[in-house]
């Protein structure tokens, strides 16, 4: 990436700051307080392989490898050799980073990885990794007639599936010992972290509630469990489909029956 910085430092605080992206230029524009903290902006990127292999070869040069030629797309061959190898976060951390910040580039990668782990020698598409999504729900005890999931990570409007099947979900997933624990601490908090971090403050749900939250224009949810203090635990799911004008009271009833659900 190029930089073109436009922007200015000024002695007040505050900042006001544009930041746009067109193909490999960055361009910052307007001002930003002196003593201000840094500021992350976050852009999608265009060629994920292109831009692997140019950070790849930056890294390299970074500790005096130097790479010549284009960076170019290829499939592996037999005769390549591995150089090196780097270990990602253990599954429930990643699983975490998705759940905590509701981050739809992480569940698209599972998904394909699941599809990878799933059936080797096929192709890690997010089709095949859907295909096995689906299957674990009907070993739920889900018929596959009752829901329609395409993409993993809920923003396409094609997905339909009843509050009560989540619910079953979320039970059955409860009733798993060797993964749940992991689970539950991946879900937002409510009143303590991600996306619920700002939500149900104050009430009987903050920190017995655990949830994942949803939103497109028009349609709110919000599932997880919540904890009782008799040691009881109670899954719940609350979709609602409406106008978009009316997002920020459900949410707040949605809240409110949750804070109810710990009582």
Known sequence: ????????????????????????????????????????????????????????????????????????????????????????????????????????????????????????????????????????????????????????SGLSRRNKMRAVDLAKVLAASYRHFPTFAEYLTALPMAGVDGTLKSRMKDTPAQGWVRGKTGLLNGVVGLAGYAGRKDGSVRAFAFIFNGKADQGESVRRLFDALAAELVQ
């Open 1 to 152: 990436f190029t930089v073109d910085n436009k922007a200015k430092t000024t002695s007040s605080g505050g900042n006001n700051l544009e930041v746009s992206r067109d193909g490999n230029k960055i361009t910052v524009k307007g001002s930003m307080g002196i003593n201000q903290n840094e500021v992350a902006v976050y852009k999608n990127i265009d060629d994920p392989v292109e831009w692997s292999g140019r950070n790849l070869q930056f890294f390299l040069s970074q500790r005096g490898v130097t790479v010549s030629g284009k960076i170019t797309p290829g499939k592996r061959t037999a005769d390549m050799k591995m150089l090196a190898k780097a270990d990602s976060k253990p599954i429930h951390q990643a699983v975490a980073d998705m759940m905590k910040f509701s981050n739809n580039y992480v569940a698209e990668m599972l998904t394909k990885d699941l599809a990878m782990q799933k059936n080797p020698g096929q192709p890690a598409t997010l089709e095949n990794g859907m295909k096995v999504i689906r299957a674990q729900l009907v070993d739920f005890g889900i018929p596959e007639s009752r829901f329609t999931l395409i993409n993993p």
